[in-house]
């Protein structure tokens, strides 16, 4: 499986003029696009592991649940005691938004773009039976 193909726009989806995905390649993109979305929250929480671990003293165990319940939105498990722990956790608070979003968006963009393909293509074939 090597990298995603660009067609002549540039994406790694077809335009409209192309015909829709064959479901195994529809799967097969759906799979790399989860994949990709799996690493982004990987690597995000490797980050706040991290700087858990360096800032606030946490075991790496300790440092995982925080790095985890503030990647999930629900805020840091127990009181953080220094002042780079606290800047720490809430450059971290705002990166976890972003990154969280990022890869919903990763994961579920095959399955929108595909929705609005057969939406348009749906559409010009009601067009050109008029």
């Known amino acids: 499986m090597g990298p995603p193909q660009l067609n002549a726009n540039f994406t790694m989806y077809e335009n409209r003029s192309r015909p829709l995905l064959s479901r195994k390649k529809f799967y097969h993109r759906l799979a790399r696009s989860a994949t990709l979305g799996l690493a982004v ?44 722990g606290k800047i720490f956790a809430g450059c971290y608070a705002l990166f976890s938004g972003v990154a969280f979003l990022t890869s919903i968006g990763l994961v579920f963009a095959p399955i929108f773009h595909r929705f609005l393909h057969k939406f348009h293509l749906e559409t010009e074939k009601e067009a050109k039976q008029k």
């Open 41 to 84: 929250i990987t690597g995000s929480m490797l980050i706040g592991m991290a700087g858990y671990h360096e800032f606030e003293h946490l075991g790496w165990i300790d440092a995982f649940a925080n790095a985890s319940m503030i990647l999930s939105g629900m805020g840091p498990l127990g009181e953080l005691k220094t002042i780079e």
